[in-house]
Each structure stands twice: as structure tokens, then as C-alpha cells.
């Protein structure tokens, strides 16, 4: 059977559900599917709080968001939602395919398609990284904040961006020990509001090092980190171990495109975005006309423009579909304004710089 | 290990199961990766890779990365990362690529 949709959502992460509730506020009829146990994506996993404005929920906490997202979503009888069920095929006859419960195969076929896939976590490509005690950025935050379980007991956390900074607190307050932020940048990466907490806490962040080797028999003991001069060079002398069994990784993501390409939408590589992303219009509408992209699949960012840009798309999807939506151009404009702020400051023009290519 | 206390989180566990794993009794919670449930109970290693047999454990958490396929109730390949655990589940270390049921 083909169930037969007018709009379908790729992804339960803030961008995709905030999609969904654009349309059903609209009075479309939305099928959200993702393959996660539970819905809300990454949100879920986060316990600080947000920033920007009301729009993007700030000052809440982003499991708190999720929870609210997720109310609201099943409040809607023109909902319906597709847990545990990954996407695994575009077809040229617009029909899309997907796997529940890894047993059930499913067939869809929508009117319009937001591809709200999110991210993948980049590796580290040093000897030993397969090691057990190596973790993923998000797999620390799904074992310690959704399951309630350890990581480990001393963690050493590999990049300061956002990720690595908030999940350096994270692991603070689940009772594991930190022994420092290794970042091969000069700078810090991620915010200076989150990169104060840590060195509040007494724990260094070293810019300018990078981690090369890790050792253990079966599980991580220990890992080597060296400083690193201005051409990435390790610098002779600086090499140190300390001992660990929790290695964090959190060195950037790309974008989760695969879908993307299998629909044949057109596409760029602009590394300001993390990696090939979809060409888009300021409706987040990719080159084929019924495919819409929002979040981190449209270039990595954060939490809060995935929710800005999936309310852009969402509300874009209802008007695609015929919908009466009254106040249609001040609502897109007032999500742009937002989103345009939220982008004001350093590291958000460089989203803005890497948009140029991609945003017509 | 489980956190015990969480400055901002409340955990609801579900109810408390029993499973096995290498025919060790063990105990998790209903619904919970296998895999988390796995790693409370300190087994990190969930499988061996096939060709240098080298130990693998939790890694990516959202079944992409197949570190943590692993035999269970008989069935071989089970992303035990997105895979909730159930009472009297039998959870074995897989060999090599498995086997079909």
C-alpha cells in the first residue's frame, strides 16, 4: 500500500517538527517520520538553555523545548507520526520509502517533502580511534542525559566548538571528571558564555593541541595530546599522556544529504556550511520544486535556526500546497528578520558568507 | 554505572528487566538501548570487527556506525544503540557477520 500524503517530514529534530507545525496550524495534513526511538532529534539531549529570542524559545532548556514541541505536535488530529522508521529511498516516482521497526516497509507518496535529516558527526582518524571508550559527541549526550547512564569516568573532550564546550558541562553535571578541552584551533570555537563555564569549573581548554594517539588493551586507557604550531604541526617535545576512558569527539558535523541526492536536487560544497548542501530559495525550497530543506541538513548551524528555518519551510509547504495562510508574507518575514539576528554575530556570518553560494 | 543525582534531569526509568548477555544474567531497563543498558552493567566491547578482530563498543548511538551489531534472541546484525531492550532478551557477541535465521 502507498499511503498517499500531502505533506511528508523527514525528521523529528526541532527543524522538522516546528516544519510540521507550521502546515498543521495551516490545516495540512502532516506525516512526520523519524528513526530515532523517541521524537526530537538532538533536542532532547540538551539541558542548557537556549538563546535568541521568544521564537526560538530562549531561555528554556532544549529537552524542555522538545517536550513542548512534542505536545503540541500530538495535540493536532492531522498528525501522524512514524516512530523508529528511517527513510530509505527516493524514487523517481516521488515515492519515498522507509523501514519501521526494521522489519515493516512502508511506501509513501507526498505532495511535498521537507528533508529535515540533520547531521553526521565527523571521526578522528588517529591510531586506536576505534577503540572502545571513543565516543561520538552524541552518543555521550544519549547515554548520560536520555538513559540516565555514565559515559565513563575521566573524559578527555576533543574540540571546542559548541558542541564540545556544552558537552564538557554536561559531563560535569552527570558526576564525570574532565580532564581538558583539546582544540587544534588557535581560538576557541563555540561561545564564550558556554567556554567560561568550563574554566570556571578549573578545567583547561588547550587551544593550539590536538590529540594524536590513544592506547588501551581493550578499552581506552590513555591518549596523547601534543601542542601544535600555526602550519597544524605537531611540536616536538610538547607530546604528553594523560589517562582517560571517555574520549569525546566532537570535531564538526556534515550535513546528512543522501536523500537529497537521490531526489537528484542540486548541490554545493561549501565547507562554511560543513560539507554539500542543498541550492535552496527563500522558502528553503531545493531545485526540485516540491522538496523543501530545513536544519542542519541544509548546513550545519544550531538549534535555533534549525527552528527558524523549519518554521520558513513549514510555512513555505502549506502555501506550496494551496493553503489559506492570510498573514503568509508577514509571517515569513518576521522568521527571516529573526533568523537574520540570530545570524548577526562572528559565528553567524560566516553562515551568512557560506549561504551566498547556496541561497538564491 | 548509572548518574545518581542530576542537577537538572529526572530519569524515569521504565520497569526494571531481567536479560542476558554471554549468558550472564543482567539488568536494564524496558525500552532503553540495549546497548545503554549494556554499558551500565560495564561491558564496553560489543563486538570484534571481522577482519583484524578488533574491539568495538558504543560509538555513535543512532545506528549509522555498526559498532555495536551484536546477536540477539538469535538474530544477528542488531543495532543494539536503537534497539530497546525487553525482558529475557538473550544477547550474545556476535561472530564474524553473523548468520541468517
Same mark, same amino acid.
Given at each position: 500500500m502507498i499511503h498517499q500524503v500531502p505533506m511528508l517530514v523527514i525528521g523529528g529534530g526541532p527543524a522538522g517538527m516546528v516544519a510540521a507545525l507550521q502546515a498543521l496550524e495551516a490545516g495540512v495534513d502532516v506525516v512526520l517520520i523519524d528513526d530515532g526511538i523517541e521524537i526530537g532529534g538532538?533536542?532532547? %539531549?540538551?539541558?542548557?538553555?537556549?538563546? !535568541?529570542?521568544?521564537?526560538?524559545?530562549a531561555g528554556t532548556r532544549g529537552f524542555q523545548i522538545g517536550n513542548l514541541l512534542t505536545d503540541k505536535l500530538f495535540s493536532f488530529d492531522n498528525f501522524k507520526y512514524?516512530?523508529?522508521?528511517?527513510?530509505?529511498?527516493?524514487?523517481?516516482?516521488g515515492v519515498v520509502t522507509a523501514l519501521k521497526d526494521n522489519k515493516e516497509y512502508l511506501k509513501f507518496k507526498p505532495e511535498v517533502i521537507l528533508i529535515a535529516t540533520g547531521a553526521s558527526e565527523k571521526p578522528l582518524a588517529i591510531p586506536n580511534c576505534d577503540l572502545p571508550g571513543v565516543y561520538g559527541a552524541g552518543a555521550v549526550q544519549t547515554l548520560m542525559n536520555l538513559y540516565g547512564?555514565?559515559?565513563?569516568? %575521566?573524559?578527555?573532550?576533543?574540540?571546542? !566548538?559548541?558542541?564540545g564546550l556544552i558537552i564538557a558541562y554536561q559531563l560535569l553535571q552527570a558526576g564525570t571528571e574532565v580532564s581538558a578541552v583539546v582544540e587544534a584551533m588557535p581560538c576557541i570555537g563555540g561561545y564564550l558564555v558556554h567556554a567560561s563555564k568550563i574554566r570556571r569549573a578549573g578545567i583547561p581548554i588547550m587551544t593550539s593541541h590536538t590529540i594524536t594517539e590513544i592506547e588501551g588493551d581493550a578499552c581506552v586507557e590513555r591518549a596523547q595530546i601534543v601542542r601544535v604550531d600555526e602550519n597544524w604541526q605537531p611540536v616536538p617535545g610538547t607530546e604528553k599522556w594523560i589517562d582517560t576512558d571517555l574520549i569525546c569527539v566532537a570535531v564538526g558535523l556534515t550535513p546528512l544529504i543522501d536523500l537529497l541526492w537521490m531526489a537528484g536536487c542540486e548541490m554545493k560544497y561549501v565547507a562554511k556550511l560543513g560539507g554539500e548542501v542543498p541550492v535552496r530559495n527563500k522558502q528553503m525550497q531545493a531545485t526540485i520544486p516540491n522538496i523543501f530543506v530545513a536544519g542542519d541538513a541544509a548546513g550545519i548551524e544550531e538549534a535555533s535556526s534549525a527552528i527558524l528555518e523549519g518554521a520558513i519551510a513549514g510555512l513555505g509547504m502549506a502555501n506550496f500546497l494551496g493553503a489559506e495562510i492570510a498573514d503568509y508574507d508577514?509571517?515569513?518575514n518576521k522568521y527571516w528578520n529573526e533568523l537574520n539576528s540570530f545570524r548577526s554575530g562572528p559565528i553567524g556570518q560566516r553562515i551568512s558568507e557560506g549561504l551566498k553560494f547556496v541561497l538564491s | 554505572m548509572r548518574i545518581k543525582n542530576h542537577p537538572i534531569l529526572k530519569f524515569e526509568f521504565g520497569r526494571k528487566v531481567k536479560f542476558t548477555f554471554e549468558g550472564k544474567e543482567m539488568y536494564g531497563y524496558e525500552g532503553e538501548p540495549i546497548g545503554a543498558a549494556l554499558h551500565d552493567n560495564g561491558v564496553m566491547v560489543l563486538r570484534q570487527s571481522i577482519k583484524l578482530k578488533r574491539p568495538r563498543g558504543f560509538f555513535c548511538a543512532i545506528g549509522h556506525c555498526s559498532s555495536c551489531l551484536m546477536e540477539v534472541d538469535g538474530e544477528s546484525n542488531v543495532r543494539t544503540c536503537v534497539e530497546p531492550l525487553k525482558e529475557g532478551m538473550v544477547v550474545k557477541l556476535q561472530k564474524g557477520k553473523g548468520t541468517l535465521k
Amino acid at each position: 500500500m502507498i499511503h498517499q500524503v500531502p505533506m511528508l517530514v523527514i525528521g523529528g529534530g526541532p527543524a522538522g517538527m516546528v516544519a510540521a507545525l507550521q502546515a498543521l496550524e495551516a490545516g495540512v495534513d502532516v506525516v512526520l517520520i523519524d528513526d530515532g526511538i523517541e521524537i526530537g532529534g538532538q533536542l532532547i %539531549k540538551q539541558t542548557h538553555k537556549f538563546f !535568541g529570542s521568544e521564537m526560538e524559545y530562549a531561555g528554556t532548556r532544549g529537552f524542555q523545548i522538545g517536550n513542548l514541541l512534542t505536545d503540541k505536535l500530538f495535540s493536532f488530529d492531522n498528525f501522524k507520526y512514524f516512530g523508529r522508521t528511517t527513510a530509505t529511498g527516493f524514487y523517481e516516482d516521488g515515492v519515498v520509502t522507509a523501514l519501521k521497526d526494521n522489519k515493516e516497509y512502508l511506501k509513501f507518496k507526498p505532495e511535498v517533502i521537507l528533508i529535515a535529516t540533520g547531521a553526521s558527526e565527523k571521526p578522528l582518524a588517529i591510531p586506536n580511534c576505534d577503540l572502545p571508550g571513543v565516543y561520538g559527541a552524541g552518543a555521550v549526550q544519549t547515554l548520560m542525559n536520555l538513559y540516565g547512564v555514565m559515559p565513563g569516568k %575521566k573524559a578527555l573532550m576533543i574540540g571546542a !566548538g559548541n558542541i564540545g564546550l556544552i558537552i564538557a558541562y554536561q559531563l560535569l553535571q552527570a558526576g564525570t571528571e574532565v580532564s581538558a578541552v583539546v582544540e587544534a584551533m588557535p581560538c576557541i570555537g563555540g561561545y564564550l558564555v558556554h567556554a567560561s563555564k568550563i574554566r570556571r569549573a578549573g578545567i583547561p581548554i588547550m587551544t593550539s593541541h590536538t590529540i594524536t594517539e590513544i592506547e588501551g588493551d581493550a578499552c581506552v586507557e590513555r591518549a596523547q595530546i601534543v601542542r601544535v604550531d600555526e602550519n597544524w604541526q605537531p611540536v616536538p617535545g610538547t607530546e604528553k599522556w594523560i589517562d582517560t576512558d571517555l574520549i569525546c569527539v566532537a570535531v564538526g558535523l556534515t550535513p546528512l544529504i543522501d536523500l537529497l541526492w537521490m531526489a537528484g536536487c542540486e548541490m554545493k560544497y561549501v565547507a562554511k556550511l560543513g560539507g554539500e548542501v542543498p541550492v535552496r530559495n527563500k522558502q528553503m525550497q531545493a531545485t526540485i520544486p516540491n522538496i523543501f530543506v530545513a536544519g542542519d541538513a541544509a548546513g550545519i548551524e544550531e538549534a535555533s535556526s534549525a527552528i527558524l528555518e523549519g518554521a520558513i519551510a513549514g510555512l513555505g509547504m502549506a502555501n506550496f500546497l494551496g493553503a489559506e495562510i492570510a498573514d503568509y508574507d508577514e509571517k515569513h518575514n518576521k522568521y527571516w528578520n529573526e533568523l537574520n539576528s540570530f545570524r548577526s554575530g562572528p559565528i553567524g556570518q560566516r553562515i551568512s558568507e557560506g549561504l551566498k553560494f547556496v541561497l538564491s | 554505572m548509572r548518574i545518581k543525582n542530576h542537577p537538572i534531569l529526572k530519569f524515569e526509568f521504565g520497569r526494571k528487566v531481567k536479560f542476558t548477555f554471554e549468558g550472564k544474567e543482567m539488568y536494564g531497563y524496558e525500552g532503553e538501548p540495549i546497548g545503554a543498558a549494556l554499558h551500565d552493567n560495564g561491558v564496553m566491547v560489543l563486538r570484534q570487527s571481522i577482519k583484524l578482530k578488533r574491539p568495538r563498543g558504543f560509538f555513535c548511538a543512532i545506528g549509522h556506525c555498526s559498532s555495536c551489531l551484536m546477536e540477539v534472541d538469535g538474530e544477528s546484525n542488531v543495532r543494539t544503540c536503537v534497539e530497546p531492550l525487553k525482558e529475557g532478551m538473550v544477547v550474545k557477541l556476535q561472530k564474524g557477520k553473523g548468520t541468517l535465521k
